[in-house]
């Protein structure tokens, strides 16, 4: 009879096998799967002492030792969602799932009603959020909220150019006029914000002194304020060029007391000259940089390699708005299944161990993209063959055995 039970051994171990060979095929399109193997044992019965046998120990059968997880890297698959994000190293997302802690790969996200990432079963995806563009360096899950980002008033200007050195400069005495371009020998515009995130049209003018060289007398203007016609207009001061035609001394001035129509907060706006010329080349602005813009709305999500998660917004900007965390276990192959491509720590994974992405051993993000199951099909494929070869012999075990056991009953 202990061949019959050697043979439902077998029976047993393959049939688990085929059942985890199946599992893996039927998962080789599920993203972020990851496939397990069935690893067997030999089974021997204990010897008594003194009936051993002398000529070696004959087992009787086997048994599955363990159902071993492979967490080897999945092939990274490029897609049009920008909150795909696939893992390229080691490392779990984090989720609270229906109030319980969960781990797994898959990156396929979306928002839900009240702005949370969730994946496709509803779990919030845990990282560090940011409250106002800053992180707060707490944990909990992340929540896009800011759907509109609010104006920044213009502080300061920022105007790098080239004042032409060989212009002719303006007579002595003229007062300036900014409808009268003779008063002046160049200007150029650019656009201020006030608290309202309204738009102004700021201009400046540059009078070259007749009989000083190299300085400019500097004026400006701006539109949409309690001024006449609409208008805040006067001098911002001196721009004097060394002989070698760079900026010496003082490079900024400021326009102060702009008190809007619009009822928004009277502005003082700096307007720096880092970076400009006086050479003998025709006038010409190289970059204006303005830190002022009008409020946005939330046009699109970017993810850094590191997690980070950036909203840009209709009107250029963009804005810190959490970052996504890795978690990574002592021994992941320990971890438990939870069904819907989870997995729960147990006392044999140890505890989770979390941080940002590209640190600490973790693997890097990768937006627009998903990691797919690390199911090779042809491998899979091959080793069901010789499972189902191993579950027909251990049957013909049995019945090699009956046909022995039919023979002595018909003595």
Same mark, same amino acid.
């Given at each position: ?12 171990? *393959? ?29 021997? *019965? ?87 563009? $800053? ?17 920044? *008033? ?73 001024? $006449? ?44 000259? *880092? ?49 996504? $965390? ?61 499972? !189902? !070869?191993?579950? !027909? ?19």
């Amino acid at each position: 009879m202990s061949t019959f039970q050697t043979a439902i051994s077998g029976l047993q171990t *393959a049939s688990t096998d085929l059942q985890v060979l199946g599992n893996n095929i039927s998962n080789a399109n599920t993203v972020g799967f990851k496939e397990s193997n069935a690893e067997f044992a030999d089974a021997y *019965a204990a010897a008594i002492a003194g009936n051993a046998p002398t000529n070696g120990q004959i087992g009787i059968g086997t048994h599955v030792a363990t159902v071993a997880q492979q967490f080897s890297q999945g092939n990274i698959q490029s897609t049009s969602n920008p909150l795909d994000v696939a893992i390229n190293g080691n490392g779990f997302f984090q989720f609270d799932h229906n109030g319980s802690t969960v781990y797994g790969r898959n990156g396929q996200f979306q928002l839900d009603a009240n702005g949370y990432v969730i994946d496709s079963n509803g779990g919030k995806l845990i990282g560090i959020p940011a409250v106002s563009g $800053t992180l707060t360096g707490g944990s909990g899950p992340l929540q896009i909220t800011e759907g509109m980002l609010q104006p920044q *008033a213009t502080s300061g200007v920022v105007i790098a150019l080239n004042l032409n050195a060989a212009s002719t400069p303006v007579a002595s005495g003229t007062t300036f006029n900014a409808a009268d371009p003779t008063t002046y020998n160049y200007s150029t515009s650019t656009t201020v914000y006030d608290s309202l995130g309204s738009p102004h049209l700021m201009t400046t003018y540059y009078q070259l002194q007749s009989g000083a060289g190299t300085n400019w007398n500097v004026y400006y203007s701006v539109d949409g304020t309690t001024g $006449t016609s609409g208008t805040t207009s006067g001098s911002l001061g001196t721009l004097p060029f060394t002989a070698t035609g760079t900026v010496s001394g003082s490079v900024s001035f400021t326009a102060s007391g702009l008190a809007w129509a619009d009822g928004a907060t009277t502005s003082n706006i700096n307007v720096g000259y *880092a970076g400009s010329t006086n050479y003998a080349t025709a006038s010409a602005v190289n970059s204006i940089k303005d830190n002022g813009y009008a409020a946005g709305s939330l046009s699109n999500l970017a993810i850094n390699p590191d997690g980070t998660i950036f909203g840009q917004y209709s009107n250029g900007q963009s804005s810190l708005l959490g970052q996504i $965390t890795l978690t990574n276990f002592a021994a992941p192959q320990f971890l438990q299944r939870a069904g819907n491509n989870y997995f729960v720590e147990t006392y044999q994974s140890g505890q989770p161990l979390s941080g940002s992405p590209s640190s600490g051993g973790l693997g890097t993000l990768q937006s627009s993209a998903v990691e797919g199951s690390n199911v090779d099909l042809s491998t899979q494929l091959v080793n069901l063959i010789v499972a !189902q !070869q191993s579950y !027909q012999a251990n049957a013909q075990t049995i019945k090699s055995q009956n046909q022995v056991l039919q023979t002595l009953l018909s003595l």
